[in-house]
């Protein structure tokens, strides 16, 4: 017994694959899953930073890091800057 398997897959910023199995006399049967996935943004930090999805989310299909604040590490006491 041979079955006919086609499918579609897409992403951004769901990844969605459907399935169908044919099998030469008429029968047939379909599929199909949806997967959220998320984008995000983060600042650099002088901490490590782990960064995942949130609830709701199977993944994250893209995470920009900014660049680096011009301030970071300036310590600023009445107006002065006292570290740079």
């Known amino acids: 017994m041979?079955?006919?398997l086609t499918g579609?897959?897409?992403a951004q910023p769901t990844?969605?694959?459907?399935?169908?199995a044919s099998q030469?006399?008429?029968g047939?049967?379909?599929t199909g899953i949806v997967i959220k996935m998320q984008a995000k943004d983060v600042t650099p930090?002088?901490?490590e930073q782990y960064i995942t999805a949130d609830d709701g989310f199977a993944g994250l299909n893209a995470v920009r890091?900014?660049?680096i604040p011009s301030n970071y590490g300036e310590i600023?006491?009445?107006g002065f800057i006292l570290v740079r």
Do not use: C, F, Q
């Not at 990844?15 to 169908?20: G, M, Q, T, W």
């Open 28 to 30: 047939s049967l379909s």
């Open 76 to 78: 600023i006491y009445n």
């Open 65 to 67: 890091v900014g660049a």
């Open 24 to 26: 030469g006399l008429g």
């Open 2 to 4: 041979a079955y006919k």
């Open 8 to 10: 579609t897959l897409s």
């Open 15 to 20: 990844l969605s694959a459907s399935l169908s």
């Open 45 to 47: 930090s002088d901490e």
